[in-house]
């Protein structure tokens, strides 16, 4: 009994001294969506024919985080007028301004703060627009710090990025360089990655992406799949299971709440994009 009592005693002391060193616990939730950029070739699944069906959907959703790929820049900037309760970073990829697709990062503006952003590219030359290694296209990541509005945890750091989907080197190089920009971050910040990554859970390359963070699909038993994969190409029936878009996470500062792919369609009964999104809802901490 006495011997009980002392060890209830240092579960107590110990219990105390963790909340003391920890920030309080927050709830966000991300979505990663590849919204399939603006071609006319697409006829009746044309951005045209989505776009307000698009803006419908994440209101209804209201995500603290909608990360995007393959967004043009007339894309961005409809959806930045029509989501009001939003602000967004991020740069096109073949010039850093305009020209090319956007990994652009919209954020709910009354709770989220931007403390830092930067756009690198996915090559060998980070800090400027260029090709990287056999790519078949420019490929960019955008990186956000952000902070609460009002209290609560302390920054989150929000990665969102997409592969190229032709160059092998280019997909490897790609998880190394995001592998030592992940490494620095952590040191400071609870760490989140998205994105289109054009790449399956069964290759070396994903394994490669779980080195630093862990998919949030493997850390909970909250799961709600509208289909095993994450791409439809624009179709209504299949088997669909082609899981090619993530959101990772600090399994050390963070655990996933729940986990969940949806079937949005237009008004028409199309897809709303040739992709499926993700949504994760986490929770996590900062230690002091």
Known sequence: MYISKILFFLLLIGVFFGFQNADPVSSVKIMTYNIRLDFAGDDANNWQHRRADMVK???????DFFCIQEGLHLQVKYLAKNLKDYKYIGAARDDGKKAGE????FYRKESWKVKKEENFWLSETPEKPSLGWDAACFRVA???IFERVKGGVGSLAVLNTHFDHVGVQARAESVELLNRKIAALQKDYATVLTGDFNLTPDTDLYAGLNEKLTDAYTLTENVTEAHPGTFNGFKMKGDFARRIDYVFLDAEKMSVQSYRTEVPVTVEGRQLSDHFPVIVRIIFYNLR
């Open 57 to 63: 959907y994440v209101r209804e959703e209201q995500p």
């Open 102 to 105: 956007y990994c652009a990062i």
């Open 142 to 144: 955008t990186l956000g």
